[in-house]
């Protein structure tokens, strides 16, 4: 089974795929559907076709940055209908600040719209232990996701205690990690996506950077694991 084909199970016993594409532009869509990608992610800001995905495609949102309120939040969220996903999303990410209340309020929102049935999951980004700590004390459903700029350990730990699934958003340059790819006979994706699968991270990897069939079926060596690690850690 390709990697593409299998599946984490969130703390709702619902499926997300391990491998996700982050996509901008109908283009981007194509070409990961082309290659086989379910999971997509785009923010709220953009205006794409998902009306006519396969309904193996799982579907991330970021909410907007620019949201503050309720109000706005449900505005966003109508936003989303009209522009990307009419029927539902199956992951909604709220972008936490440094303003509790604010964060707290966004949440209980997004907790309604999932009760109600149009999200099936909805989970945080721009987080650090303060802000997530408060949100896994606040709401009646725990986030089922965590998205991360960089493998952060502590966030990783918290998240993982409370059974969030970590996702990670791949950037930088991996092509440094050509020599490493070349003693196992793979591409540096591939590496890539190997080395996530061995830390149980879903990584968001960019539409550009996708490759076809991608072929996972190694193990990537405890010191090598190191090496690669550094290139993810945060800055």
Request: with cysteine.
């Amino acid at each position: 089974m390709s990697l593409l084909d299998e599946a984490v199970v969130l703390n709702d016993g619902s499926l997300m795929p391990k491998v996700g594409v982050t996509v901008t532009s109908d283009e981007d869509v194509a070409k990961a559907m082309k290659a086989d990608y379910r999971l997509l992610n785009c923010t709220a800001d953009e205006k794409i076709d998902f009306k006519n995905l396969s309904p193996q495609t799982y579907v991330e949102i970021q909410v907007s940055e620019k949201v503050n309120t309720r109000e706005e939040m449900r505005n966003n969220l109508k936003e989303i209908r009209n522009n990307l996903v009419a029927k539902h999303a199956d992951l909604a990410m709220l972008r936490l600040s440094d303003d509790a209340e604010r964060n707290n309020q966004l949440w209980q929102e997004l907790e309604q719209v999932k009760i109600q049935g149009w999200l099936k999951n909805i989970g945080v980004t721009n987080a650090n232990g303060d802000t997530l700590a408060a949100i896994l004390k606040a709401p009646k459903i725990k986030p089922s996701v965590i998205n991360l700029d960089y493998e952060d350990g502590s966030l990783i730990k918290l998240a993982r205690e409370n059974k969030m699934q970590v996702e990670l958003s791949v950037a930088g340059d991996i092509d440094a990690l050509a020599e490493i790819a070349g003693h196992y006979g793979t591409s540096t994706m591939e590496l890539v996506l190997r080395y996530f699968a061995q830390k149980r991270i879903v990584p968001i990897v960019q539409a550009d950077d996708i490759v076809e069939n991608p072929q996972t079926d190694f193990t990537i060596a405890p010191e090598d694991m190191g090496t690669i690690g550094q290139l993810f850690a945060g800055k």
